[in-house]
Nanobody, 128 residues
Framework: QVQLVESGGGLVQAGGSLRLSCAAA????????MGWFRQAPGKERERVAVISRSGDNSRYGDSVKGRFTISRDNAKNTLYLQMNSLKPEDTAVYYC?????????????????????WGQGTQVTVSS
C-alpha cells in the first residue's frame, strides 16, 4: 500500500508560480511510475504530467507544455510539479498518483485508470 499526500497548492495571480509536492509513505517510490492529474469543477480528471520510475522519461498534457515541469526525488520519496506562468484555466484540484512499474521497463502511464494509488488532492486557484 502507498499513501500519497499532496501539498503546495494555494491562491496565486495569473503569471505566478507554485510548486506542488507529493510525499509518499508505505513503499519506496523508486519502483513506481507517477503522475500529476487535475480536475476542475464539472470537468473530467485530466493528465497534467507523468513520469517514469527513474525520472528519465516524462510526458506533459498539451495545455501545460513549456510551463510545468514534473520531477521526482526517489531518495526523498517525493514527486514535484513546478508550475510557472499560471493561467486562470489552470485552476483545479491537483492529484498525484502512483502505480507499480515493471523493473524491466522505465515507462510512464498516461491514463487515470492505469494508476492504483491517489492522494487526496490540493487546490490550486489562479486569479485573473
Amino acid at each position: 500500500q502507498v499513501q500519497l499526500v499532496e501539498s503546495g497548492g494555494g491562491l496565486v495571480q495569473a503569471g505566478g508560480s507554485l510548486r506542488l509536492s507529493c510525499a509518499a509513505a508505505g513503499r519506496t517510490l523508486s519502483s513506481h511510475a507517477m503522475g500529476w492529474f487535475r480536475q476542475a469543477p464539472g470537468k473530467e480528471r485530466e493528465r497534467v504530467a507523468v513520469i517514469s520510475r527513474s525520472g528519465d522519461n516524462s510526458r506533459y498534457g498539451d495545455s501545460v507544455k513549456g510551463r510545468f515541469t514534473i520531477s521526482r526525488d526517489n531518495a526523498k520519496n517525493t514527486l514535484y510539479l513546478q508550475m510557472n506562468s499560471l493561467k486562470p484555466e489552470d485552476t483545479a484540484v491537483y492529484y498525484c498518483a502512483a502505480r507499480r512499474s515493471s523493473p524491466y521497463s522505465d515507462t510512464y502511464y498516461l491514463d487515470t485508470y492505469e494508476y492504483d494509488y491517489w492522494g487526496q488532492g490540493t487546490q490550486v486557484t489562479v486569479s485573473s
